[in-house]
């Protein structure tokens, strides 16, 4: 993790799924078991207060199902808190090539 400047800065790691087993289900959903490898690739993302919620991909797109805005909604009711974030993603993982 780096910290500076009032920000921080932490990887998001890509993945390589090598095994996916269905083992069950319970409540509605089914149960997994995985195995699963890091890949050589990762996102950055830094963080820092804003006056508002701002989110920034360094490939420029918008993402209509947003994670990072959901993300930051759950840390606010989590912790009580009315603060707002400004977050950058450098996009290093390329799209739609199963490396979630």
Do not use: Q
């Amino acid at each position: 993790m780096e910290k500076n400047s009032g920000s921080v800065t932490e990887r998001g790691w890509a993945k390589i799924n090598l095994a996916l087993n269905i083992t069950g289900r319970r409540s509605g959903y089914h149960t997994l078991e995985s195995v699963i490898m890091r890949a050589p690739l990762f996102d950055e993302v830094t963080i820092r207060f804003s006056d508002a919620d701002c989110v920034v991909y360094s490939d420029g797109a918008e993402y209509p199902r947003d994670n990072v805005i959901r993300a930051l909604n759950a840390v606010r009711k989590f912790f009580a808190s009315d603060k707002r974030f400004a977050v950058e993603v450098k996009r290093n993982i390329p799209g739609g090539k199963g490396l979630g």
